[in-house]
């Protein structure tokens, strides 16, 4: 919390928000949901590992997904099976969704995992034996996410 207070806030009221990766569920997510409980005051607290934020004029939000909470094993990054690559839950994506038909705004999907990869396979192993570029659990949720209302854009960082 000292860095956040001493670079970022400096004094300030500045929210801050964050998302769980991979290395963050690695222990079960005791870290992170620590950290979620205690980084902002009220009424800036983060009450979920996903969030939604909205411009004060209703022009832009920016959907946060939980893309973590199922890539908590180091060692299912190797496995070539349909259970190695991340989702998010149901009710997540429905929340998310419900964020999405009730703003006339544009929308800005921010994860940890990306959609698909050009450089390694992050789906099932296809039917020659090498994994897929698209993980089609996330396809699945864009594709719900994009007929609930306008996507401008997808960040993802790893």
Sequence with gaps: MEPIEQVFRQ???RPVYTLPGN???YCGGVGFYDLISKLN???FTQPASFFCLRAENEKWQFLAMDTGQHDR?????AVAAADATTRIEDDEL?????RMREFTGKTILLSH???FS?????????KYGSRDAVNPNLL?????LTSAGDVSAWFWGA
């Design 11 to 13: 004094g300030a009221t």
């Design 113 to 115: 995992h990306q959609l």
């Design 41 to 43: 005051p009220a009424p």
């Design 140 to 144: 699945k949720a864009f594709r719900e």
């Design 94 to 98: 429905e929340w998310l969704c419900d």
């Design 23 to 25: 290395h963050d569920i």
């Design 73 to 77: 094993s180091p060692y299912s990054v």
């Design 118 to 126: 050009a450089y390694s396979g992050i789906g099932p192993e296809g």
